[in-house]
């Protein structure tokens, strides 16, 4: 039995109208992306909120409180135990401090914001989100105040990184940023990878790249009796329960890399849901334990076994029947299309070689904000610099520049560099299953996703939020977060 002490037990028998709750939040969300009828929004807003509302009371109603007060004190957790003190404790200590008419007037302004931020990249109207995104500032400024940290930004980082600090993405991010630049350049002289691949116009039949997605998900191990995927806007991930994680993907009818990278890569996402202990089931720590967690999950399945010559090997002949067109096209070709190395204006569009310097300038862009060492209006001004100097390239407009992502206008500061540690980590992680289980290529080529999958699961998956990320890491890879070997990877691959 993972819970043992009857003080945590009770905590968690009250934490169950919680849980149900974000399960109901979840499945409604889940449904807004995907199948609700577009008329349906408004009311399904009144409803959503007022749900969480109701959440909230439940979370921090004095009864509640008491309960897990009484739990916090006990001596002799396990591990488990003290993993549901440190989750709750770190969401009750952030209502303590911030106080509700902050928050409010947040939820005000972002709603707001994200409206006019959308017209204004439309526009590419950078003066128009300008007063907005100063609100927002000042809003998770005093946020940040209110957590009493040692730094403002640190104060905002932990809300999607837990534990990670300023000074832990200072020192990876310095030991990145010219190595990457420069690695980036020479893989572009060396020309061996395309930068652009006439496979990205070939035009596919969707029923048969649906078909495809679906094989391909059957044999990584996605488990359809507890799963779904669907179509929406953009690709995504939700967790209803441990035996309900649904993902979806996109069509866009040509350039299939992209539907079946998504696919690859929200299957990455799912399967740490699905991963986890039961016996964690609608506990407080029966999820990921971090956003950056989360992402590596995603990027080591889709950088480092979909975007792999022995992807392509084992993938070749299934993809061959329901595409036809790649008849014309050689295994290494299809390699070289997954593997572009491009520069690119847009993050989201970035591949695996250069998408952490979008990263990194937009940490030193909200850090500045925060820190009071930039000011809004500046924004379009250093985004158009630090794109020159580290991508290469500037980008024409703001809509193509700093109006692209939808983050700052919801008031996500702090957001941004748990994706730069999703692929960090992802390196990091193929190393230690590697000194365990070998070369992965020779695992992906001969299809053994089981020993892939059960050593993600004794390592990482089955976890949840039992421990925190650092030290998740520390115990599953042996050593602190280290980009060294995201680095090396990059080179072994693209220069070799
Ligand atoms: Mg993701």
Redesign the pocket.
Known sequence: MVFQNPKIKKLLEKYSDVWALNHALALLGWDVNTYMPRGAAERRGVAVARLSVLRQKLFLSDEFKSIFREAEKEENLNEYEKGVIRVLKRELEFYEKVPPELLEEEAKVTTKARVVWEKAKEKSDFKSFEPHLEKIVEIEKKKAEYREFDKLYDALLDLFEEGLTSEDVDRMFSQLRIPLSKLFKKILDAGVFPQHHKLEDEKYDKEAMKYLNFLVLEYLGYDFSRGRLDVSTHPFTIDMSLDDVRITTWYHTSDFRRSLGSVV??FG?ALYQLQIDKALAGTPIGTGVSFGI??SQ?RFWENMIWRSRAFIDFFYPSMRALLPFLKEYKPEEVYRYFCIVRPEFIRVEADEVHYPLHIILRYEIEKGLIEDSLNVSEIPQVWNEKMEKYVGVAPPNDRLGCLQDVHWSEGYIGYFPTYAI?SILAAQIKKALESELGNLEDLVVKGEFTKIREWLREKIHKWGATLPPKELIKRATGEDMNPKYFLEYLEKKYLA
């Open positions: 890569h929200e996402h989360h992402e995603s999703g």
